[in-house]
Each structure stands twice: as structure tokens, then as C-alpha cells.
């Protein structure tokens, strides 16, 4: 898929690996969610960092497999109470660069999120971080759960979006934006890898640089 950067009239950004790493603290929220549970957990950020882009339900899945006796609704319900009650003190790490970079790119083009977390961790993003005036539009999929290719078809359509490319640390950030027909960029100072990106870039700021 061919991307002519002089075309482009959107960026929608993937959060977790992409934004920030604030794995240490999703960690946090889930040792707290099990405890509820009555389940022992001693998680930390790196046993969360090879899951980040996945679905919730994915990630519980991955996490909890073998306990999963547990209502899976219910767990996920208290696990976004308590993400919101958590998230908005603990925070996570911006990537290098991460603010300056919004700031000089909202000048030039519509500046979006969209995310595979819970209803109001886009919120709880652009509130902790102080980069709400930067985006136009939020979307995740606890909003509207479905396949992220189906949010981000929904999200250009809503916005009228015309030139749109997808920013992602991930394989299935790529084959996601993909099957939307939108061209990815790989953040390679994210979590993951990805085999057929149409651009990447080795920081937020080369990027940043590269767009702008």
C-alpha cells in the first residue's frame, strides 16, 4: 500500500506502545482486579507489554486462562472500575518526544486515537497527559466492541476522513489497518513487530520530522 505523505489529511494513533508505556501500571490494576477475585497475582509490566493491542477478553484470557471459572464480564467491568479509579494517578510514560511531536503535527493535520482498551482509557490518556486540545476524535473498544479495522472504517466515515494513515507498534496494528484499507506506520519504539508496515520509524520524533 503506497503512501504519499503529501496526501495525507489524518493521523489515528494506536495508545500502548505507540503514546506511552504505562504497563507498570495496567499491572498494578490488574494485581488489584484479582485480588477482588480472591485470585493471587503478582503481575508486572513485562508479563502485559506482549499483550498490549490486544482485546481485554484476549488479554484475560492470556492472563488468567486457567482460572477462568470467573464470570469474564464481571471481571472485566470491575477491571475498568478500577483502570478508571487508578489510571488518572498512576499514568503512564510518554514515549520521547511524544507531546512536542502532537503539538507540531496537530498544526498540520487531524489528529485522532483509537484503542483496543476500555471505554475511558483514552480519556483517562489525554487527561493524565495533558494532550486532550490535540485530538479531534477518541474511539475505543469499549465504546464499540468490535474488530479495530471496523472501528477505524467507522471512525473515517464519522470524521469524513479522506487520506488517513494508522500509527501502531504491532503485527495486528498493521493487518488491522490494513483490512480497513488504511496504510499503517510502525512505531518501532514500541512493544511488538511487524513484518509489512508501508512506513517506520525508529521514534516519535524521526517521524514527527519525516510528517510535519
Known amino acids: 500500500m503506497k503512501v504519499k505523505l503529501d496526501n495525507i489529511d489524518s493521523i489515528i494513533f494506536d495508545m500502548d506502545g505507540t503514546m506511552w508505556n504505562a504497563t507498570e501500571s495496567y499491572a498494578k490494576i490488574w494485581n488489584t482486579t484479582c485480588q477482588e477475585y480472591g485470585i493471587e497475582a503478582a503481575f508486572r509490566g513485562a508479563h502485559l507489554e506482549k499483550f498490549m493491542g490486544m482485546s481485554l477478553e484476549s488479554i484475560l484470557d492470556h492472563l488468567l486462562g486457567d482460572q477462568l471459572n470467573i464470570d469474564k464480564e464481571q471481571f472485566l467491568k470491575s477491571l475498568a472500575k478500577h483502570e478508571d479509579q487508578m489510571m488518572p494517578k498512576l499514568g503512564g510514560v510518554l514515549y520521547p518526544g511524544t507531546f512536542q511531536s502532537l503539538e507540531r503535527l496537530s498544526g498540520k493535520y ?8 476500555s471505554a475511558r482509557g483514552l480519556v483517562n490518556f489525554v487527561n493524565t497527559t495533558g494532550t ?17 479495522s471496523e472501528n477505524l472504517r467507522y ?11 494508522y500509527v501502531g507498534d504491532t503485527q495486528a496494528d498493521c493487518d488491522q489497518a490494513h483490512s480497513a484499507g488504511v496504510p499503517f506506520i510502525f512505531a518501532q519504539w514500541g512493544f511488538g513487530e511487524c513484518l509489512n508496515p508501508d512506513l517506520s520509524f525508529e521514534s516519535f520524533i524521526l ?6
Open 132 to 148: 486532550a486540545h490535540f485530538f479531534e476524535g477518541l474511539l475505543t473498544q469499549g465504546e464499540r466492541p468490535v474488530e479495530k
Open 155 to 165: 471512525m473515517i466515515e464519522r470524521y469524513s476522513l479522506t487520506q488517513p494513515v
Open 207 to 212: 517521524m514527527t520530522q519525516e510528517l510535519a
Open 110 to 117: 487531524r489528529l485522532f486515537m483509537l484503542s483496543n482498551c
